[in-house]
């Protein structure tokens, strides 16, 4: 089959169902707003500060851009050879081989869907912490008191995260074109509320408590899990690794980008070092200003944050600062929605999930509002997991982030063990640096793995479980179970992955083959419902 004749069928039966209007900005804002580091370092800081206290936070943080940073470069090397909604799956199947692509697809594709909705579905509760902290503020009592042990505080967390969810997922169903303008409202609005933090912050910390010690801010060790004290250490990437996590949305909205073979990939390595470099800013600005850890102990907010702010601002700069943490981490969870409905939509149209011939569908406009109901359902569903459970926060944390960490290991373990030699369309190619980058990055990745399905707080008991191993291994056996039973002529045959994996080592790749075959296909685009 020519090159071009490939393209013609690949455009027409995959591609071209979405829109392509997108450029560098909203690659790159894909990826920097669904991390939304200054929301991320504020929403989770107080686990590193819990796990091996200020100097765990930041050491750990350094050691978490470069092997982070890294991973981004793996990532996106093999983006750029195959820019595909749908991204890390197929980056996963193709990047180990055509013999067992299939196998690893459906793994890595369940494992990719249910970290993206659960990540959604947490970013939701966290959003809720933050508002209802301000009961706090105003002294506000709540039957039965602001604490997680309290069932009917639980009720009412359940009932806010709801509501967000519900919030985040209907602008998912604004034009494409509306869309982007969602993108750049997000960078403008983290721009401010970093600004605010590098200045008013300190300006009040000088005016009230006053800034710590640098021996506080750098060298102060704590113990707050139980956990041995190694361990406990350790336990710090939880925070340091889940604020730096999901760079590969850029590659989740490629086929709804110009140029996505240098474009997708360059959203993937600029967000992860944007991400990075502020991210670090920000933790060092807060163990400046925070107080003593023993004035945490005061603290009975569900967000610790939203006292601080009061502290250093009164009840007024308090409030401000809240308002605008919730509103960006609502917009952070629409677009994190926006990279897991084009996962999902992709994995639907290749026939995986159940329903799939229904969630596959787009509109009109090229969008897969289908998908983005599933992912209401899935984490509204999820979100039921607070009412049972008073450690649902750091469950639903790492929930969010093992499945992705575990694929990006996967795809670094299987270039450097499978494919280490393909790829040759890719426009970033690590030449040299491939084997010590491949190898680094499967090393941290599995480490981190293991830190985020290890319980949190020691002694574990049933009641403060973390149950994010469990989500995980059902996921997996759900993934094998339908790669099991779902015939090999449905979905990623054989011959389909190897005429993908042939033109990722021609010139030009699929993205530019792709391309040349969309004036062929204009009069041959399918019907949408």
């Known amino acids: ?12 039966c995959l591609l071209q169902t979405l829109h392509r209007t997108w450029h560098q900005l909203e690659s790159f804002a894909a990826s920097f707003c669904a991390l939304n580091f200054i929301g ?16 765990a936070v930041w050491s750990s943080y350094i050691i978490t851009m470069i092997f982070m940073f890294i991973t981004a470069a793996v990532l996106a090397e093999i983006c750029s050879a195959l820019p595909l909604s749908g991204s890390i799956y197929i980056w996963a199947a193709e990047a180990a081989g055509p013999k067992y692509a299939r196998f690893v697809a459906f793994v890595v594709s369940f494992w ?13 509760q966290t959003t809720a912490n933050f508002l209802l902290s301000l009961l706090t503020v105003f002294e506000i009592n709540y039957p039965g008191g602001i604490d997680p042990t309290n069932i009917k505080w639980r009720a009412l967390v359940w009932a806010v995260s709801e509501a967000f969810f519900l919030l985040a997922i209907s602008m998912n169903f604004l034009p494409p074109r ?74 989740h909205i490629a086929e709804e980008t110009k140029n996505a073979s240098i474009v997708a990939a360059r959203g993937i390595l600029s967000s992860a070092f944007a991400t990075g470099f502020f991210s670090f800013a920000t933790i060092i600005l807060y163990l400046f200003c925070t107080p003593p850890i023993e004035k945490w102990f005061e603290f009975y907010a569900p967000q610790p ?22 509103l960006g981490l609502i917009i952070n969870t629409s677009i994190a929605i926006v990279a897991a409905s084009r996962l999902i939509f992709a994995i639907a149209r290749d026939g995986v999930l159940p329903g799939s011939w229904w969630v596959g569908r787009v509109t009109p406009e090229g969008q897969p509002r289908n998908a983005v109901i599933v992912m209401f359902v899935f984490g509204a569903v999820l979100l039921c997991t607070i009412l049972p459970s008073n450690v649902a926060f750091t469950s639903l944390v790492s929930a969010g982030a093992v499945p992705t ?49 290890s319980p949190f707080v020691f002694p574990v008991t049933a009641q403060n479980l973390n149950y994010a191993g469990v989500i995980f291994g059902v996921v997996t056996v759900m993934a094998i179970a339908s790669w099991w039973f779902t015939p090999s002529d449905r979905w990623l045959r054989y011959e389909h992955v190897k005429e993908i994996w042939d033109t990722t ?25």
């Open 112 to 124: 990719a869907a249910s970290a993206w909705m659960t990540f959604a579905a947490g970013n939701c």
């Open 405 to 453: 960490i575990a694929a990006y290991g996967l795809i670094s373990l299987l270039r450097l063990t499978q494919t280490r030699n393909h790829f040759k369309s890719t426009k970033f190619n690590l030449g040299r640096l491939k084997v010590p980058f491949y190898l680094s990055a499967v090393l941290f990745n599995a480490l981190v793995v293991a830190v985020m399905v």
């Open 1 to 12: 089959m020519t090159s071009l004749a490939f393209g013609v069928r690949f455009a027409h």
């Open 505 to 529: 080592d021609q010139p030009g790749g699929i993205d530019q083959t792709v391309e040349a075959a969309t004036q062929a296909t204009e009069d041959r685009k399918p019907q949408f419902i």
């Open 178 to 251: 509306w869309y982007s303008r969602v993108f750049k409202f997000s960078l403008g609005l983290m721009a401010v509320d970093f600004l605010l933090n590098m200045i008013w912050l300190p300006i009040g910390v000088v005016k009230t408590y006053g800034f710590r010690s640098a021996h506080d801010a750098f060298l102060t060790t704590y113990n707050g899990t139980g956990a041995p004290p190694a361990w406990n250490w350790i336990l710090s990437f939880l925070f340091t690794a889940g604020t730096l996590t999901g760079f590969d949305a850029s590659g």
């Open 40 to 55: 991320g370092v504020r929403s989770f800081f107080f686990l590193g500060v819990i796990a091996g206290g200020p100097a």
């Open 305 to 326: 944050f939203v006292q601080v702010y009061v502290l250093a601002l009164g009840k007024g700069g308090g409030v401000v600062m809240t308002i605008i943490a919730v």
